[in-house]
């Protein structure tokens, strides 16, 4: 367990520059082994997930190789035997269906893990896997896929826009026999990114980004490998200007998309910020004295609605902004587990499944929370920017899944924010007498 020590009261001021997204580069880091050649991804963050990945990898028989910020890929012969430790450090394990078994021919996968933000089937992925050929054996805690025979192009459509399932079906597509037309696809940018990269490596893709994706196969694997700078992580972006919103100052993010995040931006506009953007980089400033208007009525959705990993910190920036104001996740059932800390810090608001309201017009103080989930975590430490004292946000390891060290990044721009080791449960209950700060 480590802990995050965050002082508020500190106003905002500097540049910085967003990591690669984790959402692409998880993806990409399966999709390498559809690659006949080798592959390099650059720029990839020291985050949890990327470490489970590479595990992942070598558990199947890859050799990644990390070198400073690149990760190395070659091409190597694998297995389709995920193992469940694996499998369950993270939701990304799903992205290894499709190049297992276009690689192996059967894939054993215990079902993956990843954020509780309430039920997470993979129906999706298995139905276009099926359209596709392979033979699929499902169990409450795994699933098996077989193919006889290389998988085959299909016109295929989503039930609804899977950001995942799209993933697998491209990266199945790719290596099928004949033309697959993907209906419902979603389109958010790290679709766009792993299309890029697949065609790097020689795969036909058109209308990545755009419901409609068609893929010529290659009908094994892709000859090519390639050198890819993934795309600049838009969540962390995010994260960067909702901390500005709460603590105040005024900072610019570089090197990102704002595009990608517009909904994010607007909404931070519309509450009071300052935010002004170019193509690849945007700044954000508020004066702490003057509080923000809340009476927002957000609701999440697929690309390019508001993204539902941007509502637990566009909750941080409510809190105490003037007037009532709601949230709505229309994606996932859990996603604001975060409110009980945010009440932990004096703030008005009420979590029920999908639905959060925020009273508005916090005080906060500061308060000894737990980090729910990766972006809940982020949120919480956002809100105790703006807290009196000193507290912290306990973590299981959920924020670094997604951020490599953000009390670091926060602290560069003039936060007081930092990790603090703290001691191991095993010590706990060897020497209950000792108090946790
Ligand atoms: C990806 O999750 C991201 N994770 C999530 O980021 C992100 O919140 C989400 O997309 C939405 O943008 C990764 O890329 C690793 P989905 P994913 O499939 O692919 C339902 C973060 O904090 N569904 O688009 O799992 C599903 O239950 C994380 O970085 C099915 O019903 O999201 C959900 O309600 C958290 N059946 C909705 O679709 C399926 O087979 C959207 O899920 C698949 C999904």
New binding site residues.
Partial sequence: MERIRITGGRVLAGNIRPAAA??SV??LLAASLLCAKPCVLRGVPRLSDVDASLALLRAVGANPVRRGPDILLPPATVCGQVPPALAGAM??SVFYLAPLLVRSGTVEMPLPG??R?????????LAGLSAMGAQITESDTAVILRREGPLQGVDFTLR??????TLTLLMAAACARGETVLRGA?C?P?IADTAAFLRKAGACIEGAGTPVIRVRGTEGLLPGGGVHLPLPDR?AAATYAAAVAVAGGRITVTHCRPGHLAPFLRFLRTAGCEVAAGPESFSIARDPDTPLWGGADLRTG?WPDF???TAPLAAAVLLQAKGESHIHDA??QNRFACAEGFAAMGADVRAEGRDLWIGGGAELHAARVTAPD??GGAALVLAALAGRGTGSVMDSGHIRR?YEDLPADLAALGARCTYVKTLSDATIKTAPAVQMR
Avoid at 117 to 125: A, E, F, M, Q, S
Avoid at 160 to 165: C, D, E, I, K, T
Wanted: proline letters at 11%.
């Fill in positions: 984790k959402n998880l993806p939701r990304g990843g954020c933000l309430g039920p997470r089937p993979i129906d999706i992925h609804l826009p899977s950001v995942g399932a979603a958010e790290e969540i697929a993204a539902t990993d994606l996932f990766l972006r997604g």
